[in-house]
């Protein structure tokens, strides 16, 4: 009787009754159960069928070695095809956003430089600069997507619309004065650091110029000019105009001392970097009974070159703090 004790053991008590009601043969059944489970263990252990592998190209004929050839030179050939055609796409897609680009700059723009240049009389006032392409943007087949004209500055993004049409979305932003890239630093000053300068000379007062930007936007190139002397930058500008006004005091019998001081604020805390002495560049800028803010201690300049190398003092110094770096600009 062991087989109806393994029939029991593998098969529920209620379908074993009911087969046993119906006449069936435990014989049978068990052998049948035994057949499945014998079939289920031959299809879980089959062997999967190996992928056929690539012959070594030393075991292969002649005739097979030129076809495996051509066949690798083929898809060399379909890569570079489809490298090709995506670049085409490219090419073609920036060229339609160009010339969308320059005729809205035709229908838009009249005179940028001179109307950016216009200068007012307001306490604060915003100005843009635009910056040429690099040449490593230019290589990178980049292209310009910023008109300035008078005080609007006009980004333009490329889109596409739901048909994949190409259009341009423009944004337009206005401020006190905006400079394309073919306006000179000279024309910048004009319009923005001059009119401070000449005021504070005349009537007194205070100023205050900063570049404000992200990374290679242009601010060093501004206030600092070209590499080599090729543009001035406005620290020079401003030296030339003060210093005229030093010999011009002079010459009339009200002779001017002009001095500099130059600070960096880190984390809050302020650091003469024109002082030669390292412990003593921590300085304390607070506001009197007066409400007046106490200033620096400042170096006594005599002429412009002696102005721009204090300027360039100070930048070295700032750098030489290996505990106080920081990566703002002055």
Do not use: W
């Amino acid at each position: 009787m062991d087989e109806p004790t393994s029939l029991a053991s593998s098969v529920p008590a209620a379908l074993l009754k009911k087969l046993q009601s119906r006449g069936g043969s435990d014989r049978r059944l068990t052998t049948s159960l035994k057949e499945n489970k014998e079939n289920d263990d031959d299809t879980s252990t089959a062997p999967t069928p190996e992928k056929p592998t690539r012959m070594p190209s030393d075991r292969l004929s002649p005739c097979a070695r030129e076809a495996q050839r051509l066949e690798e030179k083929r898809r060399l050939r379909r890569l570079e095809q489809d490298t090709a055609r995506e670049r085409a796409a490219l090419t073609d897609e920036t060229s339609e956003f160009k010339e969308m680009i320059t005729l809205f700059r035709e229908k838009n723009v009249t005179d940028a430089v001179a109307a950016g240049a216009a200068a007012s009389a307001e306490r604060l006032r915003v100005c843009v600069r635009k910056r040429p392409l690099l040449p490593s943007e230019l290589q990178a087949n980049e292209f310009d997507v910023i008109t300035a004209f008078g005080r609007r500055a006009v980004l333009h993004q490329t889109r596409r619309r739901v048909n994949l049409e190409r259009c341009l979305e423009n944004h337009s932003f206005t401020f006190d004065a905006v400079f394309d890239e073919a306006a000179g630093t000279e024309a910048v000053y004009a319009a923005t650091a001059r009119p401070l300068v000449r005021g504070v000379l005349t009537a007194g007062g205070r100023m205050t110029c900063f570049a404000y930007g992200q990374t290679g936007s242009g601010k060093t190139y501004t206030m600092e000019g070209g590499g080599g002397g090729a543009e001035s930058g406005l620290y020079s500008l401003v030296a030339r105009d003060c210093f005229a006004a030093v010999e011009a005091a002079a010459a009339a019998g009200t002779p001017l001392r002009l001095s500099m001081s130059m600070f960096e604020i880190y984390r809050e805390t302020v650091f003469d970097i024109l002082t030669p002495q390292p412990s003593t560049s921590k300085v304390s800028v607070l506001e009197d009974a007066a409400s007046e803010v106490g200033t620096l201690p400042t170096s006594l300049t005599v002429h412009a070159d002696c102005l721009l190398h204090l300027c360039t003092r100070g930048r070295r110094k700032r750098g030489g703090y290996s505990a106080f770096l920081s990566d703002c600009a002055c």
